[in-house]
């Protein structure tokens, strides 16, 4: 297997991966552009990352078999590999350069939210002193690029403080 026979087309809007529902795939993006979020659709929602072409996501419900922690939506028409657990293997022995890419990734993700947990264990330790935090801080943080305006710190839902989650985007 080479991945073309796994391809799969997402037009644009289309909810790739659904936050709360079980998904059994990895994704890899061929071409396109898609947004994941936590949230999604409620006044809660708060952009957390972009991918383009080489990114992955679904790693997490393929592996654990658990529900998926975030929702993935494609911001344009996208081409992916579709694959399923079963088929790690053979796409493994077949594509090594873009499985290397995935992992790397992957390496990056876990990078940026050691760093995330690290800011918010902080935050957490201030909180149990009873210091008070950077009054500055505002209400919402709004993202604005190219491709639309994003809100990427929601104070109804502050699981992650505002300089955490601009950290969290490389967008300190």
Not at 39 to 47: A, D, S
Not at 140 to 150: A, P, V
């Amino acid at each position: 297997m080479d991945g073309k026979d796994k391809i799969f087309v997402a037009p644009e809007g289309m909810r790739i991966v659904v936050e709360g529902q079980p998904d059994s795939y990895l994704y890899i993006i061929l071409s396109g552009r898609a947004y994941m979020y936590t949230g999604y659709g409620t006044k809660e929602e708060t952009l957390i990352d972009k991918f383009g072409p080489g990114g992955c996501f679904g790693a997490f419900s393929m592996l654990t078999k658990q529900a998926d922690i975030y929702t993935v939506v494609a911001q344009t028409d996208m081409k992916l590999i579709r694959l399923q657990e079963g088929d790690m293997g053979d796409f493994i022995k077949n594509n090594d350069t873009t499985v290397l890419s995935v992992m790397k990734g992957m390496a990056k993700d876990m990078t940026r939210m050691k760093s995330m947990y690290k800011d918010v264990n902080q935050e957490l330790i201030k909180y149990k002193k009873g210091e008070k935090g950077d009054d500055s801080e505002p209400e919402e943080i709004i993202l604005k690029d190219n491709s639309g305006t994003h809100r990427i710190y929601n104070p109804k839902n502050p699981h992650v403080g505002a300089k955490a989650q601009m950290r969290f985007l490389n967008r300190e």
